[in-house]
């Protein structure tokens, strides 16, 4: 069965330390997505990629880079993590229907 | 910008009843799809179609996209329903690639 899996489940990460999120897919999608989720707002998009090595910004980009070494591989990257910067994360990957992940609950301390 | 409206917030049923999930967006959607998110945060897709009536065993997806509203009806509810309901729209970002807005979600408690 196709499927979406994201490591780590959850983390704990220090202010001001890098933090790397990492989502796999073996639904030989083209588009991959990063999404957070924050309490009382939808899911937001951060970043997203069409093609193995090039990234495009979601609707909030800053203070996340991202990375996508291979069709199946999409990673966050948190290069200064910030209080701010606390909430689950959402990888996903299509072919018209989107198909998530099981999310990473990331707390920055 | 782009907004999704869900409504009700929330909705408590009796186990048996039916319940009916309102998605109103703000652009011209591609598609919208309707995801439930489990008490522990995951997200199951449910449904997605661009316009008309779609079926999924209980469940039933209208969106009528030039009026830029949706529902999903939930029919005989069951307890292992409760959860959390998005609603999110889709815009075209290429030939298979788009962007989902979401809604914040309608939470649903059905007690026996």
């Known amino acids: 069965e196709a499927a979406v899996t994201q490591s780590p489940r959850s983390k704990v990460a220090v202010t001001g330390g890098k933090v790397t999120l990492s989502c796999h897919q073996t639904?030989?999608?083209?588009?991959m997505y990063w999404y957070r989720q924050d309490t009382g707002h939808g899911l937001r998009l951060i970043h997203y990629?069409?093609?193995?090595?090039?990234?495009e910004k979601g609707d909030i980009p800053d203070g996340y880079k991202a990375s996508r070494p291979s069709q199946e591989n999409f990673s966050l990257i948190l290069e200064l993590a910030s209080l701010s910067q606390t909430a689950v994360y959402f990888c996903a990957s299509s072919r018209g229907e989107q198909y998530f992940g099981p999310g990473t609950r990331l707390t920055v301390l | 910008g782009q907004q999704v409206q869900q409504s009700p917030a929330s909705l408590v049923l009796q186990e048996g009843e039916n319940a009916e999930l309102q998605c109103n967006f703000s652009s011209t959607a591609t598609r919208l799809q309707w995801f439930y998110q489990r008490p522990g945060g995951s997200l199951v897709s449910l449904l997605s179609?661009?316009?008309g009536t779609k079926h999924t065993g209980r469940l039933t997806s209208t969106t009528v996209t030039k009026e830029r509203r949706g529902s999903l009806h939930i029919s005989s509810s069951q307890i292992t329903d409760s959860g959390t309901y998005l609603c999110?729209?889709?815009?075209?970002?290429?030939?298979?690639?788009?962007?989902?807005?979401f809604g914040i979600g309608t939470l649903l408690s059905v007690k026996p």
């Open positions: 639904n030989n999608h083209d588009y």
């Open positions: 990629s069409y093609v193995a090595d090039s990234t």
């Open positions: 999110a729209m889709g815009l075209n970002y290429g030939s298979s690639g788009n962007k989902l807005i």
């Open positions: 179609n661009p316009s």
